[in-house]
């Protein structure tokens, strides 16, 4: 970490930022992280000022992993965001729109690990953390861009901002024999009973690796029973007041939320 960046001081300037209903900016002069890993050391501290708040944190989140998505971000390398205790929902959910700035929407299977992922050296790929996964699950999840222009975005500030989560909304979860194939599954979604778009997971053990692998690098590893959800099957979308969306899995289940004026 480089000796004039204070992690802390950029994870509490994002923290006023949120209480303060701000728009999204990039972080700059001495609150800009001078590196990636500058970046993850204030996401760890805005975990610590959040737990109050939010509970601890109790998984983790896989973004910019697509070509479309890191087109859209002008960023060239996924990244990881943590996922808070208290805005784990369970279907069906009601949100409020008042909650957020800007919600958008992913549609997503999420997997509960069954041990930890504290292994260091980049151990894990994608065969090695398939025994790792104990439960699957349809998710919604929950993303705060709070009115960001996308293509300004630098990815060091996405990062310290938890990359963006602000939330999931799970469903019922299913066991996931060591048989059963994750890559695939074909996925649904429903916005007031007429669909709206459909699409196949794709390479879910290896965000669950690169996941494993970050947690475990900057020493938070992945711990039996976090939820990890493994990126987009669906392109993101907004979701306005009055909608209920239902997104289902084939073979998984299905996860339901509505918003509220």
């Known amino acids: 970490m480089s000796a004039a960046f204070d992690p802390t001081a950029a994870a509490r300037f994002i923290a006023d930022a949120h209480a303060n209903g701000d728009s999204f900016r990039n ?18 501290a805005l975990s610590d000022i959040w737990a109050d708040k939010y509970g601890p944190v109790a998984g983790m989140k896989i973004a910019t992993t697509t070509k479309v998505m890191q087109a859209l971000m002008g960023i060239d390398h996924p990244c990881g965001g943590m996922i808070f205790e208290k805005r784990i929902q369970h279907a069906p959910a009601r949100l409020n729109s008042s909650d957020y700035m800007h919600v958008m929407v992913e549609c997503e299977l999420a997997v ?25 699950m349809a998710t919604f999840e929950l993303i705060e861009d709070r009115n960001a222009v996308y293509k300004e975005t630098d990815a060091r500030t996405l990062i310290v901002d938890a990359a963006w989560n602000a939330g999931i909304v799970v469903g019922v979860s299913k066991a996931a024999p060591a048989g059963m194939e994750l890559d695939g599954i074909a996925g649904r979604l429903t916005v007031n009973g ?25 020493g938070h590893p992945l711990r039996k029973g976090m939820v990890v959800i493994t990126g987009s099957v669906l392109a993101t979308l907004p979701i306005e007041p009055g909608e209920t969306f239902v997104f289902e899995l084939e073979g998984v289940g299905r996860t339901e939320m509505q918003l509220d004026g």
Not at 27 to 35: A, K, M, V, Y
Not at 196 to 213: E, F, H, I, S, Y
Request: glycine share 8%; aromatic share 4%.
């Open 27 to 44: 972080l700059e002069g001495d609150l800009e992280p001078p590196t990636i890993r500058d970046a993850y050391q204030a996401q760890a």
């Open 112 to 136: 509960r690990i069954n041990r930890d992922l504290d292994a260091p050296g980049s151990a894990y790929n994608r065969s090695n953390v398939r025994d790792a996964v104990g439960e699957i």
């Open 194 to 218: 007429a669909e709206r778009d459909a699409g196949k997971t794709d390479d879910p053990m290896g965000a669950l690796a690169w996941v494993a692998n970050l947690a475990a690098d900057h």
